[in-house]
T-cell receptor
Framework: KAGVTQTPRYLIKTRGQQVTLSCSPISGHRSVSWYQQTPGQGLQFLFEYFSETQRNKGNFPGRFSGRQFSNSRSEMNVSTLELGDSALYLC??????????????FGPGTRLLVL | GDSVTQMEGPVTLSEEAFLTINCTYTATGYPSLFWYVQYPGEGLQLLLKATKADDKGSNKGFEATYRKETTSFHLEKGSVQVSDSAVYFCALGSPYSGAGSYQLTFGKGTKLSVIP
């Protein structure tokens, strides 16, 4: 069974630009969560989607947004990039995202560098 | 709110040494607890988990016991190998009230280096 895939793996952007990252969950998984990983703040929850609906959102500005498609694939978008947005963005999938015993499976991440 | 505190390291051990990485948590309700491992340049891999008090998770020689009385989930391995060099994250999963979903809260991570 294929794991969680994320594209692209690496991105370089300049301040003020916007970026879109993509995540394909494990087949059958309907919940997709996004996390930001930085050396200073560690791993922080961005948002979670299920059946094309955002159910849960972390404490990030409105420049960070996402969506989910009917096939459960998800995208996240960051507009008006700032230097501090440089990070590894991780996507995770699980069956329903409603049962705390469920395991979230992570993709390899997209490393974003903002210059 | 929920939080996870783990020893940040870095931790350097010789091969075959005993490993302990401490993890304590604060949460309301009944969270599940996880250890994830991240190898250089990769995403997170689930190492083990425990879903209720006194459960012991184990995998690849690693163990951790869910201790509700001490709110802890310490990771242990009896004999580490060079291939265990990675960053280890303790995490808890708890329901997000009102939304019907749950999110993971992570510790800062502990970098482990095992030398031959």
């Amino acid at each position: 069974k294929a794991g969680v895939t994320q594209t692209p793996r690496y991105l370089i952007k300049t301040r003020g630009q916007q970026v879109t990252l993509s995540c394909s969950p494990i087949s059958g998984h309907r919940s997709v969560s996004w996390y930001q990983q930085t050396p200073g703040q560690g791993l922080q929850f961005l948002f979670e989607y299920f059946s094309e609906t955002q159910r849960n959102k972390g404490n990030f500005p409105g420049r960070f947004s996402g969506r989910q498609f009917s096939n459960s694939r998800s995208e996240m978008n960051v507009s008006t990039l700032e230097l501090g947005d440089s990070a590894l963005y991780l996507c995770a999938s699980s069956w329903t995202g409603t049962v705390v015993q469920e395991t979230q499976y992570f993709g390899p991440g997209t490393r974003l560098l903002v210059l | 709110g929920d939080s996870v505190t783990q020893m940040e390291g870095p931790v350097t051990l010789s091969e075959e040494a005993f490993l302990t990485i401490n993890c304590t948590y604060t949460a309301t309700g009944y969270p599940s607890l996880f250890w994830y491992v991240q190898y250089p340049g990769e995403g997170l891999q689930l190492l083990l988990k425990a879903t209720k008090a006194d459960d012991k998770g184990s995998n690849k020689g690693f163990e951790a016991t869910y201790r509700k009385e001490t709110t802890s989930f310490h990771l242990e391995k009896g004999s580490v190998q060079v291939s265990d060099s990675a960053v280890y994250f303790c995490a808890l999963g708890s329901p997000y009230s009102g939304a019907g979903s749950y999110q993971l809260t992570f510790g800062k991570g502990t970098k482990l280096s095992v030398i031959p």
